[in-house]
């Protein structure tokens, strides 16, 4: 069991740099085997690092929706562990579609439901950072938490690559496996 769990391990990060380098087909092909894994393993925590990274890769496709849904099942789930509740709750930051903020009451404007979700969930991200053990995962999110904040207040209606800031950082793969 312990050989099985630490190849899979790995082969999640392959999975990453495989999609830090646009290879998308090999990632979600390396997914899928390591998917398979943690639920014979029953590991809540790969199978959420699994969902994260599958998330990242629809959303380098364009697949927006596909990625949100993801992103929230990791999100809501009881099983998730911290650390991959906080990556998901970032992604969501970044990739649910922005609104134009001029309209009252639009999605994704201050006072909006969906505004005041993302506002809540970067809130919680950022506890659920801090109450992180494991200092290379709460910097990397501390970083991720930053940046998607400061890009969030600057074009509040753009979607954010992240994918490309993720793979752009090597430290931030902390967060991920």
């Given amino acids: 069991m312990g050989a099985r769990s630490r190849w899979a391990y790995r082969a999640l990060r392959l999975a990453f740099l495989d999609a830090g ?7 979600d092909v390396r997914l899928s085997e390591v998917e398979k894994v ?37 999100w809501s789930s009881p099983t998730s562990p911290r650390n991959r509740k906080a990556v998901a709750g970032l992604a969501l930051a ?21 505004g005041a979700d993302l ?7 950022g506890r659920l950072t801090d109450l992180l053990v494991e200092p290379l995962t709460r ?5 991720l938490l930053a940046d998607i ?3 969030r207040q600057a074009a509040p209606t753009r979607r954010h690559p992240l994918h ?8 931030v793969l902390a967060a991920f496996c």
């Fill in 38 to 74: 943690a639920a014979e393993l029953v590991s809540y925590d790969l199978r959420a690092a699994v969902a994260n990274l599958r998330g990242v890769v629809l959303a380098g496709q364009d697949r927006f929706d596909e990625a949100e849904t993801v992103f929230r099942e990791v």
């Fill in 164 to 171: 490309e800031r993720l793979s752009g950082s090597p430290s």
């Fill in 21 to 27: 380098e646009g290879l998308i087909d090999s990632a």
């Fill in 94 to 114: 970044a990739c649910v579609p922005p609104s134009c903020p001029e309209s009252p009451g639009s999605p994704g404007s201050p006072g909006s439901p969906e």
């Fill in 139 to 143: 910097n990397a999110l501390g970083s």
């Fill in 149 to 151: 904040t400061e890009r």
């Fill in 119 to 125: 506002r809540g969930i970067l809130v919680e991200v």
